[in-house]
């Protein structure tokens, strides 16, 4: 989806115009992916835009540096008022949000510690990520033959860039074999996540999502649905699920910054079908909270 311009890119502490957010050709990061990012979404709310769950998205930016040994040269708070400064200046009401700390221009190699540290916050209008089709009528999935990173390999639990070579691959083969997202499989066999989305099915009324052991992203939107569907009632399980439990599940969808709440209604060839009962219950309360029309989550929203 092309990136719609606006105008201006908070960079290292000050607005700067679009164009002129520019980085060198050896930056570090470029060349070794020595980046770490998150993806926020700010929603139109009724009581104007609001930021959701900004703060958390911060704290695992500081996380993921943390795991890299990056120090941010910013305090969360500071980066924090730099997100909400930066719509303001934009005039943006509905807005996809993407921090990005990276190391700089200065060293070359692969030991960083040297390497300044670059931080940039972008925002930019941006739809439904796989579509307001499958928001509504779900999407195909299919198993990737690429494996999910594995703890011992690359740390999951950090959202940094170099590491999305790995979603981009199997992004790609799902897309090239006629499907909509790639489901990954850990280490083990288990089910994972998807490409940059965490997964979850439902089976005889109880929710299933993989635990984090499985090599999953720890999702903000997976946390909040988790909440939310544990307040409406549902019993949610973080267990390992298997291949053959996708095919069997009643029902199954995504959740994701990007992706939001998009039903699954095929893996593989196997039918799930129409979006469920739940499904659409849990994607209607989401879609309440995020337009701040429920009280009871109005702490999720920091309001610009």
């Avoid at 520019?22 to 979404?41: D, N």
């Avoid at 950090?158 to 790995?166: I, S």
């Avoid at 053959?244 to 799930?272: K, N, V």
């Amino acid at each position: 989806m092309p990136i719609q311009e606006v105008e201006k890119i908070w960079m290292n502490g000050e607005l700067v115009k679009w164009k002129d957010a520019k980085i060198h050709v050896l930056t570090h990061a470029l060349h070794y992916g020595s980046a770490v990012f998150e993806g926020i979404r700010c929603y139109k709310t009724v009581s104007g835009p609001a930021v959701f769950r900004l703060k958390e998205h911060i704290a695992r930016l500081f996380d993921s540096g943390k795991i890299y040994f990056m120090d941010i040269p910013y305090s969360q708070e500071e980066l924090r008022a730099g997100t909400k400064e930066m719509i303001k200046a934009n005039s943006l009401k509905e807005c996809y949000i993407r921090p990005i700390a990276f190391r700089g221009y200065g060293e070359m190699g692969l030991s960083p510690l040297k390497s300044p540290v670059d931080v940039a916050i972008a925002a930019w209008p941006w739809g439904t990520y796989l579509g307001e089709d499958g928001l509504k009528n779900g999407i195909r999935a299919r198993i990737s033959s690429y494996q999910r990173i594995s703890p011992n390999i690359l740390p999951p639990m950090a959202k940094a860039t170099g590491q999305y070579l790995n979603s981009i691959i199997a992004k790609i083969e799902c897309l090239q074999t006629g499907f909509d997202e790639a489901i990954l499989l850990d280490y083990r066999g288990m089910v994972s996540e998807g490409p940059g989305e965490n997964i979850f099915i439902v089976k005889d009324g109880t929710i299933y999502t993989p635990p984090l052991h499985a090599s999953i992203l720890k999702g903000i939107t997976r946390d909040s649905i988790m909440k939310i569907a544990g307040d409406m009632g549902y019993k949610v399980v973080e267990e390992d699920i298997t291949r053959a439990s996708l095919y069997l599940a009643d029902e199954a969808f995504f959740t994701g910054t990007a992706a939001e709440l998009t039903p699954i209604r095929e893996i593989d060839g196997h039918e799930i079908g129409p979006p469920g009962e739940i499904t659409k219950k849990l994607q209607d309360k989401f879609f309440e909270v995020i337009r701040g029309h429920d009280e009871n989550y109005k702490h999720w929203l920091d309001f610009v």
